[in-house]
């Protein structure tokens, strides 16, 4: 995946904890852009914290939902199917339409379809990925695919892992839902797609295709789902590696919260910059 040439050259001025004061070169450039009429948002580390929602995020999604602009709750985690994430986030009082979701699952789904229409592919991966593709007229076959896609899944299996190696030395295209090398879960980090994606690279020589964030791939087709557009965009997001470089490099507003990931010493390191830090989803309420 490539990165847009000179994106952080969108980060002027000279290096600040506090990106949001107004008398900075940063802080005039944020004035420059248009009001925010639509809203992206990442989910864990955002909305939602180790099974708890964040304080202010279901205020926040209400009134989102109240002003009638266009929003998207974004994840790149490809395992859940929408009406699945609807009901988990319900059950942590955010009520979030099940269109109102875009997962890594949906991006790549719609990646293919616009790539080889009705195409097939061997998949790795959970119901979230292969009832999106089922969706967009794909058929999921071992034999000769189009694609192998990788997505997450709760149990790789080696089996799994092994056939998808001799699928792509035969030819099959490498696509990947996302680069995440690990997982969070109660007991520690658990390996994921991008470190089973090394494995497979490793094996074939081949490098996948990452969909996910921080292609601002998955950005843009997010935008075109609500047809909203990347001037009067804001994109809200825990870290700085995915969430604030993808929508960076989309031409988002760009906000970094500090309930997740990324400390604001710690995006301080980064190249490129986010438009504004605050706090949590809540500082942003009233912005609404």
Not at 212 to 217: E, L, S, Y
Not at 223 to 251: V, Y
Not at 269 to 279: E, H, T
Request: negative net charge; hydrophobic residues 40%.
């Amino acid at each position: 995946m490539g990165h847009l040439p000179g994106a952080v050259l969108c980060a002027p001025g000279p290096p600040s904890l506090n990106p949001t004061t107004s008398d900075t070169p940063w802080g005039r450039q944020m004035h420059d852009r248009k009001p925010v009429q639509s809203w992206l948002t990442d989910m864990d580390g955002v909305l939602v914290h180790e099974g708890q929602p964040v304080p202010g995020a279901p205020e926040f999604i209400k009134r989102l939902r109240a002003s009638g602009k266009p929003f998207l709750v974004l994840t790149n985690n490809s395992i859940y199917t929408p009406r699945d994430l609807q009901a988990r986030l319900a059950r942590m009082g955010l009520d979030v339409p099940e269109e109102a979701i875009w997962s890594s699952a949906l991006a790549t789904a719609q990646f293919l379809a616009d790539q080889r229409p009705g195409g097939t592919a061997y998949v790795i991966g959970e119901a979230g990925l292969t009832t999106a593709l089922h969706a967009v007229g794909y058929v999921l076959s071992d034999f000769a695919p189009d694609y192998v896609v990788l997505g997450e899944t709760r149990t790789y299996s080696f089996e799994a892992i092994t056939k998808a190696i001799r699928l792509i030395n035969d030819g099959a295209r490498f696509i990947c839902t996302n680069p995440d090398a690990t997982g969070p879960s109660v007991e520690g980090a658990l390996p994921a797609a991008g470190s089973v994606a090394a494995m497979i690279s490793k094996a074939t020589g081949v490098e996948p295709y990452f969909v996910g964030k921080p292609n601002p791939m998955m950005m843009r087709s997010a935008l075109n789902t609500i047809d909203a557009h990347s001037e009067s965009t804001a994109m809200i997001g825990d870290r700085m590696d995915t969430d604030i470089l993808c929508g960076l490099e989309a031409g988002l507003e760009t906000i970094l919260v500090l309930t997740g990931i990324s400390s604001r010493v710690e995006a301080e390191r980064y190249p490129y910059r986010p438009s504004r830090i605050v706090d949590s989803v809540a500082d942003l309420i009233d912005e609404v």
